[in-house]
């Protein structure tokens, strides 16, 4: 199986690690197969998860994968073991879908899904939502 992902054309369109993370995904649930990523920049709010069987090839020097410039604040409300939700003092620079990790602690949910407050272990940080609030 191959599964295009381009700019402006292709199987899946965009310009940045969820849409690859999406044309991965189809080609996992498929068995395997090969994610071409034609020419441009992608930038990469978060990692981009294979999965097994899958090759995620570019067009040589044409196919750039950018990580976005970082951010990094403090927590004006901290979680507590498990919890999915923080407050942090500074949420501008954050964008919807970008990793994240709570330093030397364990990893936390940067943001609600609307699901319940607790993280599955091992699970990954991500941005569901930002919620400016200031204290």
Known sequence: MIVRVGIASGDFKGDTNAVIQQAVDVAGAYGGGT??????????YD??????????VGQGS???????????TGFAIDADYGQMKVTVEDPEGFEVGMGGDGGDRSERQLGSDGG????????RAVLRQVV????
């Open 35 to 44: 994610v071409e990523l034609g020419a441009g920049v992608y930038t990469l």
């Open 47 to 56: 990692s981009v998860q294979l999965r097994r069987n899958v090759r995620l």
């Open 62 to 72: 044409d196919t750039v994968l950018r990580k976005c410039d970082g951010h990094s």
């Open 116 to 123: 319940d407050d607790h993280a599955d272990p091992g699970e």
């Open 132 to 135: 400016p609030q200031r204290l």
